[in-house]
């Protein structure tokens, strides 16, 4: 039986672990500049936020044409040998093969490669590595491959920087080398012919922030340069880069915002049929029909789609994308990325949309696999500081998803893996036993995940990455000597304090300036993404008239900002919100502090403003119930409506919850049971255990401001 329910002071205890950073305001600032760019103080500010403090900075970030930009051929070292030794290649009829990636940048740079090559005339075929079978980057088997097909020239596109062995091997093939890479430089340089890679210039060149479809888009432009062939070539390329650039979650400053924002405008209409098909398929164009019917109503309607974000990219488009080459042929996304014919294009972006559904499954069944084996492992995170899990038959292909969000849950860094195997042919006996442990890790601010890999260098087999993320193998006995030096890292960059997630709120708002300028403003500071987030807001004090779960685990939420003493409540302006995989913080307290992001929720031809709901934290200041004191509240249960108040007096402090027919039920504070009726005279006596009291006493009090 459920204990009855205390009344006690509001606790935290179910509400997300976060650690809230609140910017100071600047407001005779915010409203300088807010004038001057004819935007919202609130937006003022979060430029202000960005470093953009002057109006010659805030101009430049809004309209990052009017920068003037060097020449890339002058940023990065290599590029210009790069570019003679692809147009020799090409003039020479020279064989070229692309060696890209299974992820989204990847795929998308031997896309945009593959594309590019071929209309400027050069016999060009491509290889991607297993992912289950071989893992990341170029390696010895696909070389010896190139070498036998004939290939003169290999190019690597988002892999190579650290495959010095298999670029070795190259070399004494007697192929030429180019690696076009963006993840972080190991101690010791691959020896190829040229290497484009953005971390081997200054931090403060605008191409520092590219990812590996940039650098491939780089080379590719200079190359039609050199080659006269420019025109036709820019947009389908552009429109590449815009997907990879987002989708690989690259930092949205320098070149990549000016691009990604021209290449924005460009999907709309997109040339490429692959784009067309994909947008179709994953629901953003707005139309509707039959599979049948989609090749004609594309190629008839192009302009006809609505405007596409990033968040699109990041949330539609590019998860479709990336599902292939975790779970599935990365073929798939090269042809629909490369072909011409809209028929193939469906049929493949069709492929993609079933697969991503396939990845969903897995992630969530992993995820609560996991989720399982850490409430059940007993393990201290604030001993540890590290999240070290191992398990057998996970798919390689969606930990790192799965990492990602156990760092969302739990606040620490994330290392995840599970067992390859190799069949034992000795005594013919087919057992497989576990060789190797494989895996992803995700990390937090303050811990360097590239750094954590190589602290372990001497216990890992192959590993590569960067601050935010990684990937890793190694020999499965070396499990316990790894999670210790992982820990023995993580205590060396975190405290207690770091091990909650960071909510970087921008600015205060009150919910009466939320609307629809603001939200169509924001516009103006998109891209949104890596180092440009989108905007934060916080509004203290605000009460959840109404909340319900709703889908996979969301919750739904109506809220309302007023005074808690203010009985007028149904005549208040409310807005809509959604938080998003919180079922375990249901119901919220109904008195809170809200952080959150505008976004709109297209629903049966209507479009709505709602808030997307970041973080949670119960206010600074709580209402204070003086003795004698009526606090009136308002609250649904069960989707009925009803009002609760809370009588101290000096012989007794009294909880007291009325129906909409008028049927109070009365608890006095310690008892078991409570009074239930229209009077207290025809009351009767009822157990406030039962789960229905139990819980209706709960949101009462939750309403209260008083917690559980």
């Known amino acids: 039986m459920s204990e009855s329910p205390s009344f006690q002071s509001a606790s935290s205890s179910n509400l997300p672990k976060q650690r809230w950073h609140l910017v100071p305001p600047q407001p005779e600032k915010a409203q300088q500049l807010a004038e001057a760019t004819q935007l919202s103080p609130l937006l003022a500010q979060v430029l202000i936020n960005r470093g953009f403090d002057t109006l010659e900075e805030a101009v430049i970030f809004l309209d990052p044409e009017t920068q003037a930009l060097p020449a890339p051929i002058n940023e990065l070292p290599d590029l210009a040998k790069s570019v003679e030794f692809l147009h020799d290649a090409i003039i020479q009829h020279q064989k070229i093969a692309i060696c890209g990636d299974y992820d989204a940048d990847g795929m998308t740079s031997t896309a945009l490669l593959m594309r590019a090559l071929s209309s400027l005339g050069a016999d060009v075929s491509y290889a991607i590595p297993s992912r289950m079978k071989e893992g990341y980057g170029i390696n010895n088997r696909i070389i010896e491959d190139f070498h036998q097909e004939g290939i003169g020239l290999v190019l690597t596109v988002d892999n190579g920087i650290s495959a010095y062995e298999p670029i070795a091997k190259a070399r004494e093939l ?28 200054p931090e403060t060149s605008p191409y520092r922030g590219l990812a590996g479809v940039g650098v491939a888009y780089v080379l590719a432009i200079s190359l039609a340069q050199k080659m006269g062939k420019v025109q036709g070539l820019v947009n389908p390329l552009l429109e590449l880069f815009t997907l990879g650039t987002i989708a690989d979650l690259a930092a949205l400053t320098g070149v990549n915002r000016r691009w990604v924002k021209r290449g924005l405008q460009r999907l709309m209409s997109s040339q490429i049929e692959g784009v067309q098909a994909l947008i179709e398929v994953a629901g953003l164009s707005g139309s509707q029909g039959s599979a049948s019917s989609k090749t004609e109503e594309i190629e008839g309607n192009r302009k006809n789609f609505k405007k596409i974000k990033p968040e699109d990219i990041g949330f539609r488009l590019g998860p479709r994308i990336n599902a292939v080459g975790r779970i599935a042929d990365p073929q798939i996304v090269i042809e629909l990325l490369t072909t011409e014919n809209m028929g193939i294009a469906l049929e493949r972006a069709m492929q993609c949309e079933q697969i991503n559904q396939q990845r969903q499954q897995l992630c969530e069944q992993i995820e609560q696999e996991a989720i399982a084996w850490c409430e059940n492992s007993n393990i201290d995170l604030t001993k540890e500081r590290v999240l070290v899990i191992v398990q057998p038959e996970w798919h390689h292909g969606v930990i790192g998803i799965v990492a990602s969000r156990l760092v969302e849950r739990y606040g620490v860094p994330v290392f ?151 009985h007028k409540i149904a005549a208040l302006p409310t807005l809509e919100a959604i938080a998003w995989r919180w079922e375990d913080y249901f119901p919220l307290p109904t008195q809170l502090d809200i952080a959150y992001k505008l976004r709109t929720n297209d629903w049966q031809g209507q479009t709505s403003l709602e808030l997307e709901i970041v973080g949670v934290r119960l206010p600074k200041i709580s209402p204070v119930v003086t003795p004698k004191q009526q606090n009136l509240a308002e609250f649904y249960y069960q989707d009925r409506k009803y009002t609760c108040t809370l009588c101290d007096s000096d012989a007794l402090t009294e909880l007291r919850i009325r129906n909409s027919e008028g049927k109070v039920l009365a608890v006095e504070q310690g008892k078991p049971t409570g009074l239930l009726g229209k009077n207290r005279q025809s009351a009767k006596i009822v157990d406030i255990s039962q789960p229905f009291y139990y819980h209706l006493i709960r949101s009462a009090c939750q309403a209260l401001g008083m917690g559980e």
Not at 525 to 549: A, S
């Open 174 to 201: 007697g192929l030429t080398v180019i690696i076009t890479d963006h993840h972080d430089l190991p101690p010791k340089l691959p020896p190829a012919h040229a290497i484009l890679n953005p971390k081997l210039i």
């Open 416 to 566: 995840i893996g599970t067992y390859e195997t190799e069949t034992e042919d000795e005594d013919n006996s087919s057992e497989k036993t576990p060789q190797t442990i494989r895996g992803s890790a995700r990390g937090i601010p303050e811990f360097n995940v590239f750094e954590a890999l190589q602290y372990c260098t001497d216990l890992l087999g192959k590993f590569g990455g960067h601050k935010a993320a990684g990937g890793f193998s190694f020999p499965a006995e070396n499990l316990e000597q790894i999670r210790q030096r992982l820990s023995q890292f993580a205590h060396q960059c975190l405290e207690i304090e770091h091990l909650k997630p960071v909510v970087k709120v921008d600015v205060q708002a009150n919910l009466k300036q939320i609307n629809f300028e603001l939200y169509h403003q924001i516009d103006q500071l998109h891209p949104c993404g890596i180092e440009n987030d989108p905007p934060i807001f916080w509004t203290p004090n605000v009460r959840i008239v109404k909340q319900k779960t709703v889908g996979k685990g969301h919750i739904k939420l109506t809220l309302s900002q007023d005074s808690p003493s203010d």
